[in-house]
């Protein structure tokens, strides 16, 4: 198994936000909050707008994506991958998505890449 670091930047009123996790290949993973280490649904509890985004950022493995997930586990926005290893990191980008309590922030991946 192979551990990726994931990253995203997220513009939400008005204010960047990072969220990251070393993510397992194969596997679904939340990303949390830099700073607290709380998932998205608990940074932004009382609702919020995610107007843009930078990222997101993966390395040494196969995405699937980045998804916010909706209290029903639904997606509500797929969040487009950058491999740094193939690319470079891209300009900020706008969203228009609306965040609340118990949404998740996940990546998922098959198995590693060579």
């Known amino acids: ?23 397992t ?3 679904e993973t939340q990303l949390t909050n830099l700073v607290s280490g709380r998932s998205i649904g608990d940074t932004f509890s009382s609702g919020a707008v995610i ?3 930078r990222g997101a950022y993966l390395e040494n493995y ?5 998804l916010l ?9 797929s969040f487009p991958v950058t491999r740094l ?6 300009p900020i980008y706008p ?8 949404y998740q922030l996940v990546v998922t991946s098959s198995a590693s890449l060579a």
């Open 69 to 77: 997930l909706n209290e029903q586990g639904n997606v509500a926005y």
């Open 85 to 90: 290893e193939n690319q470079n990191a891209g």
């Open 1 to 23: 198994m192979t551990n990726s670091h994931v990253s995203i930047e997220l513009h939400v009123n008005g204010q960047p936000f990072i969220f990251n996790v070393d993510a």
């Open 51 to 53: 107007t843009h985004a």
């Open 25 to 27: 290949d194969g596997s």
């Open 62 to 66: 196969a995405p699937l994506g980045v």
């Open 95 to 102: 969203v228009g998505v609306n965040v609340a309590l118990n």
